[in-house]
């Protein structure tokens, strides 16, 4: 890829993210400034051999796996201000770094403040793999007497029941049935 592409690219996925779809290469020519399709054609197929486009069956531009990758830059201090690296130490794609079975992965919106000192503030959507298995201490999205919560899975003498991440909160030990529906594997929220 050459320096500009990079630039080419950002402005692919700023079009992506607006039309969700790509542009034509008449329209990435008058976007990025080139004077010709074949300048685009050139464009297109850097992008493609760096896996960032691909083509769909119908010849259809199309995003490639690398598409929605995003620049992991390095780490950045919660405490006291640290100097600026301004470095990009890799790339990941939230998609796979969250979902391994997209067919089996649901997003649920969090209601409530049970899980709190979890890291789990209402409104929050969590990621869960729907029928993976859980054990003692993960949290999960169980279906408890009839109702959804997402909880910790505990066990005791008395057998398996939920725990909440939050002191005001009693566990909940099931009256008829507890099955767990999935397993949180993520979560994310917009401010």
């Known amino acids: 890829m050459k320096n500009r592409d990079v630039t080419y690219l950002a402005a692919l996925r700023e079009y992506y993210a607006e039309n969700k779809v790509l542009p034509s290469f008449a329209t990435i020519a008058k976007m990025v400034g080139l004077r010709s399709t074949s300048g685009v054609s050139a464009l297109v197929q850097r992008l493609k051999a760096a896996n960032f486009l691909a083509s769909t069956s119908d010849r259809r531009l199309a995003p490639g796996p690398e598409f929605f990758e995003r620049p992991l830059a390095d780490t950045v201090r919660g405490g006291s201000p640290s100097p600026s690296t301004d470095g990009f130490a890799d790339t990941v794609s939230i998609d796979r770094l969250l979902i391994q079975n997209p067919s089996r992965t649901l997003l649920f919106s969090l209601r409530g403040d049970s899980m709190v000192d979890a890291g789990l503030m209402p409104g ?29 899975l505990a066990q005791d003498k008395g057998g398996f029941f939920l725990r909440a991440a939050n002191k005001l909160y009693e566990p909940i030990r099931p009256r008829d049935h507890l099955d767990i529906f999935g397993l949180v594997v993520g979560s994310f929220r917009k401010y």
Do not use: C, L, M, Q
């Open 124 to 152: 929050d959507s969590v990621v869960v793999a729907k029928g993976a298995p859980a054990k003692p201490g993960d949290i999960v999205v169980a279906w408890v007497d009839n109702e959804f919560t997402v909880k910790y």
